[in-house]
């Protein structure tokens, strides 16, 4: 067997080491020693930081869960401090060297990945916020009994576009999965800038005409907005564990905090979409926002409001098709392991079977929400004139959803400062953001005319505007975020464009439903679904904060093997299943100390396949199997351990052994910082 030529690069000297007596370690000690096998001890010192990295685990190797709740706390709080105070000064040097650098960085690490779904709140958004204009400029059209148009094409605008969305999920969720995640995010940002145009431009030869090129318009963007959902979810998410690596330090503190600053861009588009058309209304109508509006000014109003984004729409093509090359990557990777081209029908099929209960949860979750979320936004207006009184003026209107927006955005960011806290996280803050929207709407509704009275209109004002904000901080966030985090890799864009779709279901059913009850009977109807999505998430949603996505890839791999019962490890374990599953049995084998054991063979497992694969390549082959050789984050010490333990024969040069499992390896938190700039980032949003 020819010798193995490796080339080392420097490592941080305490990580994994075993102290010697012949001076300090300086990192760049690479001669390997024979020497006798280590011992347990010795193992667990030289594996530790791949199998119980100190964020997850106590030195002497308890998963921070097990702990009794006491010291669960104390341990759950330094940690979660230590990472706070190491980001401030993170910020601190930043701002010292370039105090401009902090905006930049959130410009690549928040806005960028979220611009697709910024310009997508800013346009779905729209119709709540066109309609009162389109009212009052054409009552023939627009109005209660509309003479000059067809009442149905009028409804179809809203219709249209909610079932455009719902087929864009479907589709570019199952083209994520299929083709790659680079493909959707470019399709997507191109059907969107065409839609744009379509929808600028739209017009007929009479008012009914137009109203029908403005839906059909308004559905092939939709199309576009629907594959934004599971295409940025998966992407960023991934992206979140530095292209390509399964996991990391940064994966497991905020890998929530990363793909809810994503999402947040959607209140970001709903702030600048209301603020620009009041901006809009005040130049082209002589200054003031009250009626009459001439239909020259409607016109140009809702044209330039469209034509606008369309601008940022194909810089967003642009990015995407240049600037995002590796968006796809853990994808490949993960299909590379499986021996899977095309779509991964097993996968599929596994999934169905073992995560069932996690599809009922997202879906049906994501449904109760839109009910609430889209039923508000798309009928805003309803709403609001209950607040602001028989106001002839959409600049009212406007004001107060500003406001209403505002507080949404405080509710985002919220959710994502808390979102990855083990002791709030994802299920309790949907469970609470579910339970407060309930108590919201069902109030007011049995004592509507007190509420919707000069007595009672600041109590109604005030629970209006809180139930927008636990929306957010709430299940808003929360089911864009699990949808595909609780998913394998294989078919996690699908899971997540299901659930979306199911939930949009939800929208769709507001659409039509609030066309015939008036506004009192909404807020009889809406509570119940918030209550309905409590009790689902409290029985079916696992809480997966702070669990390593290397786990729930670990243990996929023991299922598409057949072997689910072999696995032990911490995805199993009790906190990160729903009640659901513990009522099934699912956890009952989790073994911390048997995992250790596996954790250590499919490392070794891993390192074999790749000594191979890069034997392969010096010695003239092209390696098959194996991507990113030189970019692990093992140190020398575990290198040695494995070459030293190695059955005999084990690492000949034979393409055809080159395999792995999907098990891989963290890398190190120092490596990851100095990437991204700030300690527990991941760098670049592609």
């Known amino acids: 067997m020819a010798d193995l030529i490796r080339h080392h690069r420097h490592h941080a000297p305490d990580a994994g080491q075993i102290p010697v007596p012949h001076g300090p370690a300086t990192g760049d000690e690479h001669e390997h020693y024979p020497g006798p096998p280590p011992t347990p001890e010795q193992e667990r010192a030289i594996f530790s930081y791949l199998t119980h990295p100190d964020d997850c685990y106590t030195p002497d190797g308890t998963y921070w869960a097990d702990l009794p709740l006491r010291q669960r706390v104390a341990f759950v709080n330094k940690v979660q401090n230590e990472e706070a105070l190491a980001e401030v000064k993170a910020i601190g040097r930043m701002m010292k060297k370039d105090p401009l650098s902090p905006i930049s960085w959130y410009f690549r690490n928040a806005v960028l990945p979220g611009a697709g779904l910024g310009l997508e709140g800013y346009v779905l958004f729209s119709i709540g916020n066109l309609e009162p204009l389109f009212r009052s400029t054409y009552p023939t059209c627009w109005g209660k009994n509309p003479t000059d148009c067809s009442a149905n094409w009028v409804a179809a605008v809203t219709y249209l576009e909610v079932i455009g969305i719902m087929v864009g999920q479907m589709v570019v969720g199952v083209i994520g999965d299929w083709v790659g995640r680079r493909w959707g995010l470019i399709q997507d940002a191109a059907i969107m800038f065409v839609g744009l145009l379509m929808i600028t431009a739209s017009w007929g030869l009479n008012l009914n005409g137009w ?211 083990k002791f709030y996280g994802r299920k309790m803050m949907q469970q609470v953001g579910f339970l407060m929207c309930f108590i919201m709407f069902v109030v007011p509704a049995f004592h ?149 054991k596996q954790k250590i063979e499919d490392i070794r497992e891993e390192w074999g396949a790749k000594e191979r694969a890069r034997q392969q390549k010096e010695s003239g082959g092209a390696p098959t199997g194996v991507d990113d050789l030189d970019d692990d984050e093992w140190t020398d010490e575990v290198h040695d351990y494995f070459k030293n333990t190695a059955p005999k024969d084990s690492l000949k040069h034979d393409a055809t052994a080159v395999h792995m499992t999907p098990a891989s390896v963290s890398p190190s938190s120092e490596a990851m910082n100095e990437k991204s700039g700030l300690p527990g980032s991941s760098g670049s949003s592609n």
């Open 448 to 596: 509507y005319e007190y509420y919707t009275s000069p007595a009672g209109i600041k109590a109604f004002q005030a629970m209006y505007f809180l139930s927008s904000f636990f929306n957010q901080f709430g299940p808003n966030s929360v089911t864009f975020l699990v949808a595909g985090e609780v998913f394998p890799t294989p078919i996690r864009a699908s899971a997540h464009g299901f659930s979306a779709c199911i939930g949009k279901a939800g929208a769709l059913l507001a659409s039509v439903l609030y066309n015939y009850i008036d506004t009192q009977t909404k807020f009889y109807v809406v509570p119940w679904f918030g209550l309905a999505g409590m009790v689902l998430t409290w029985l079916f949603l696992p809480d997966t904060t702070g669990l390593d996505l290397k786990e729930q890839e670990r243990r996929w791999s023991y299922i598409r093997a057949g072997r689910e019962n072999e696995y032990h490890g911490i995805a199993i374990h009790p906190k990160h299943l729903s009640l659901w599953e513990r009522l099934r049995g699912v956890g009952k084998h989790y073994d911390p100390a048997l995992d250790h």
């Open 211 to 421: 109203v029908i090129c403005y839906a059909w318009s308004l559905f092939f963007y939709g199309f576009g907005v629907g594959g934004e959902y599971p295409i940025t979810a998966t992407s960023s998410m991934e992206n979140a564990v530095s292209a390509g690596k399964i996991s990391t330090r940064d994966d497991r503190l905020h890998r929530g905090r990363k793909v809810t600053t994503a999402f947040l861009m959607q209140g970001w588009g709903q702030f600048v979409n209301q603020a620009l058309l009041i901006i809009l209304l005040l130049i082209l109508h002589h200054g003031d926002g009250d009626p009459p509006y001439s239909a020259t000014t409607t016109q140009w109003l809702w044209r330039l409001s469209f034509a606008i984004p369309a601008v940022g729409t194909l810089w967003l093509v642009y990015y995407r098709a240049y600037k995002m090359p590796h968006a796809g990557r853990q994808l490949a990777a993960a299909k590379k392991k499986s021996n899977v081209t095309g779509y991964d029908m097993d996968s599929l099929r596994l999934t169905c079977s073992f995560f069932g209960g996690r599809l009922l949860a997202t879906a049906g979750t994501w449904f109760c929400n839109d009910v609430f979320f889209y039923g508000n936004k798309l009928f805003q207006a309803q709403f609001i004139a209950v607040l602001s009184g028989d106001n002839h003026s959409v600049m009212t209107g406007w004001i107060w959803n500003l406001y209403n927006v505002i507080v949404s955005l405080v509710g985002y960011y919220l959710a994502s400062l808390l979102i990855d806290n």
